[in-house]
C-alpha cells in the first residue's frame, strides 16, 4: 500500500523516497524512488537505539529525493 | 485484539520470518503490476522543503483508535501525527511483524527524531506539523486507493508539503 502513496503523492507533483525491504515487490508496484536497505521486518530503519544508522537511513532518503523518479539506491553503511 | 488475530499474527509472522521468499511471492501475486511511474521534481532546494514521514507500520498516537487489526480485510484509514509528539505518545499496532522492537524504540519505523535533526543540520528547510501512520498489509486496496490516499494527498498540499519520506513496517 505505501507503494500506491508514494504513485499518488508523485502523481500530484510532491516527490517521494522510501524505504524497501523487499525490492522486487517495490519494483512491480513501481515505487518511483526506492531505498533498499539490508534490515528485517519491522525494523526498517535498523536496530533499536542505533541512532546513528537511522540518520544515515534518512540522509540517504533525502539524497534520494534529489535523484529522477526510478532511482533505485542501496542503503551504503559508509556514506 | 482476538485470539484468532493473535493467532494469524504468530502464523504470518513465523512464515514470513522463516519462508521470506514465499512471503515474497505472496505478496507479489496479490499485486497489481505498474509499468509506467510518476514522476515529481522538488520545487525548490531540499534546504527550503518541508518534508513529511508516511509509515505503513501502524504508527499512532497512545491516545487515538488503535488501527483494526481484527478486521480480516485490513484497516487502511490513516492517523495523523503531530510533529511535536514525543516518543511516549507513540505507540504500533501491526499483526503482520514483531511490535515488540517498534514499541521499545519506534524511531526504528518513525524517524522524526531523525528528520528534525536534518532540519536543525539545514539539510532541509522544515519537518511537516503533519505525518501519516498507515496499518500496512492490506491485500485489497480499493478502499485505500479511492478514499483515504486522495484525503492525505489533499491534506500534504494543504500543509504547503514538498516531499514526503515513505518508511515500510
Known amino acids: ?79 | 485484539m482476538k485470539m484468532k488475530t493473535k493467532l494469524k499474527s504468530k502464523l504470518s509472522r513465523t512464515f514470513s520470518s522463516n519462508f521470506t521468499n514465499a512471503y515474497q511471492k505472496f505478496t507479489m501475486s496479490h499485486m497489481t503490476e505498474n509499468s509506467s511511474l510518476p514522476e515529481a521534481y522538488l520545487q525548490k532546494p531540499l534546504d527550503q522543503c518541508k518534508v513529511a514521514l508516511v509509515s505503513t507500520a501502524g504508527v499512532h498516537l497512545k491516545s487515538d483508535e488503535p488501527f483494526d487489526v481484527d478486521n480480516p480485510a485490513g484497516d487502511p484509514s490513516f492517523r495523523i501525527i503531530p510533529a511535536d509528539v514525543t516518543e511516549r505518545e507513540l505507540t504500533v499496532t501491526h499483526i503482520y511483524f514483531d511490535t515488540k522492537f517498534a514499541k521499545t524504540d519506534p524511531s526504528i519505523v518513525f524517524p522524526l527524531q531523525q528528520l528534525k535533526e536534518s532540519a536543525a543540520d539545514g539539510k532541509i528547510g522544515s519537518v511537516s506539523g503533519v505525518h501519516i501512520g498507515l496499518n500496512g498489509g492490506i491485500l485489497d486496496t480499493t478502499i485505500a486507493e479511492q478514499n483515504f490516499i486522495p484525503k492525505v494527498v489533499k491534506l500534504f498540499h494543504n500543509e504547503g508539503i514538498d516531499a514526503a519520506l515513505l518508511v515500510p513496517g
Open chain 1, 1 to 79: 500500500m505505501l507503494g500506491l502513496y508514494a504513485r499518488a503523492l508523485e502523481a500530484s507533483h510532491i516527490p517521494t523516497a522510501m524505504v524497501t525491504l523487499f525490492p522486487e515487490i517495490t519494483d512491480k508496484v513501481g515505487a518511483p524512488r526506492t531505498l533498499h536497505v539490508p534490515f528485517k521486518m519491522g525494523r526498517p530503519c535498523g536496530e533499536p537505539f542505533d541512532f546513528e544508522t537511522r540518520g544515515k537511513v534518512v540522509d540517504q532518503l533525502l539524497e534520494l529525493l534529489t535523484l529522477p523518479s526510478g532511482s533505485r539506491e542501496k542503503y551504503r553503511e559508509k556514506p
